[in-house]
């Protein structure tokens, strides 16, 4: 199994332009979630999804969007790109029990 | 409200034991985590607990008072491997498996 897998690892963008970050899992896992961390902090979620075709907001979704069309795919999107989006981004999944998060290698994203 | 403290830093001797606290006040309670994440790495699963009491896990152990809102990571014979940011997260209510997590200790072990 690869786990949870991401791309990029590293990306540049100038302000107002748009990306997909893409996220995977082969571990047949229901439950998908987007995370931020920033410099020294936690991590803050984004969205989350419990199962294809169902998605939901978390704590800091401004900004983002995204979709839920496979069990095993979770792309976000970036939509008009802003210096504060600058942040590492990870994916993870969990099976839900007991509840283990596992995470993607993460992707760099600054945003100039 | 929903709430994770932990400390922002510590430091340790290498072979020593040091001790990483978290405090949580979260609306629900189904469990608290720990992960470990080396610098420019992803988090890794460390432990889980969801009854009051130690859970041990070779030189990794894992307290939890469900009463007090209390956790604590103990790390023995401390390596220098083991300097990296240590961050406890609680999985509240319902069964969206949302976590949410501190800001994460991070520990410098020096020789």
């Known amino acids: 199994n690869a786990g949870v897998t991401q791309t990029p690892k590293f990306r540049i963008l100038k302000i107002g332009q748009s990306m997909t970050l893409q996220c995977a899992q082969d571990?047949?896992?229901?439950?998908m979630y987007w995370y931020r961390q920033d410099p020294g902090m936690g991590l803050k979620l984004i969205y989350y999804s419990v199962g294809a075709g169902i998605t939901d907001k978390g704590e800091v979704p401004n900004g983002y969007n995204v979709s839920r069309s496979t069990t095993e795919d979770f792309p976000l999107r970036l939509e008009l790109a802003a210096p504060s989006q600058t942040s590492v981004y990870f994916c993870?999944?969990?099976?839900?029990?007991?509840?283990?998060?596992?995470f993607g290698p993460g992707t760099r994203l600054t945003v100039l | 409200g929903q709430n994770i403290d932990q400390p922002t830093e510590m430091t340790a001797t290498e072979g020593a034991i040091v001790q990483i606290n978290c405090t949580y006040q979260t609306s629900g309670f189904n469990g608290l985590f720990w992960y470990q994440q080396h610098a420019g790495e992803a988090p890794t699963f460390l432990s889980y607990?969801?009854?009051?009491g130690l859970e041990e896990k070779g030189r990794f152990s894992s307290f939890l008072s469900r009463s007090k809102g209390y956790s604590y990571l103990l790390l023995k014979e401390l390596q220098m491997k083991d300097s990296a940011s240590y961050l406890c997260?609680?999985?509240?209510?319902?069964?969206?498996?949302?976590?949410?997590f501190g800001q994460g200790t991070t520990l410098q072990v020096k020789p």
């Open positions: 607990n969801v009854l009051d």
């Open positions: 997260a609680v999985y509240g209510s319902g069964n969206t498996g949302k976590l949410i």
């Open positions: 571990m047949n896992h229901n439950y």
């Open positions: 993870a999944s969990t099976s839900g029990e007991p509840n283990t998060q596992y």
